[in-house]
C-alpha cells in the first residue's frame, strides 16, 4: 500500500493495490475509486481532502505527508 498528499491540489491518494488499472469511478463527494480489470479496487483518490477530514481525521493527512517526505527523500 502507499499513500501520498498533494497539498497544492488537495488530493490523498491511497494506492491498495498494485494491479493493472481499468478504469475509474468517481463519485459525487469527491473520491475517485480505481478499478482493476478484474474488478478489485486498487486505489482512493479523495478530492479536497482537507475540507472532507476534519479534527481527528486531519491527522491522517499530516501522517500521509510526512510518509510522502520520508519516499521522496
Known sequence: MEQ???KEEDILNIQLK???YWKSI???NGIIIDVA???AIIGV???KASK???GDAKKV???TRSA???LIT
Request: aromatic share 16%; hydrophobic share 40%; proline share 4%.
Open 4 to 6: 501520498w498528499y498533494d
Open 18 to 20: 498494485d494491479e493493472e
Open 26 to 28: 468517481e463519485l459525487p
Open 37 to 39: 480489470k478484474n474488478g
Open 45 to 47: 483518490e479523495i478530492l
Open 52 to 54: 472532507i477530514f476534519s
Open 61 to 63: 493527512i499530516e501522517m
Open 68 to 70: 510522502s517526505y520520508l
